[in-house]
């Protein structure tokens, strides 16, 4: 498949004064467990899901939290070194590459301890926009390049 294949389905040009651009990057906040409440050792900020786009790049320095799902169906914890990003392929790319790249089902979740702390994340969401046509049959077939 070739590297450009997805640069005519994003928006990542400027439209004009109110368009409102497909993909966005978000600074999110996941709050500490209250432990005075009686919560459990884990508490879930963001269920399991699976990102409806192309591609979310999560940023977060040396953070416990972000959990990705194996296809075997056991989870793993990730935690990124320092300048690190964790690429997560989204439904719309598992659906335009016809399986090849699986989506990637993750969740978030912050410690309960005697110390608890909230965990901040950098994320950008690359989405196709709303009127693009994803058929990339043709580029996946046997033989083409």
Known sequence: MPANAFVCVTDSTTQGSGHVAASSLEAIQYSAPDASVGQAAQSANCEAHVDRGLLTCVFADNVHGLQVQHPGGHWRSVVLPSGHVAI?????????????????THSVVTQTSAAPSSRNALVYKLRAKESAILNLHPLLSPGTA
């Open 88 to 104: 997560l392929p989204g439904y719309t790319l598992e659906r335009a590459t016809c399986g090849l790249v699986k989506a990637t």
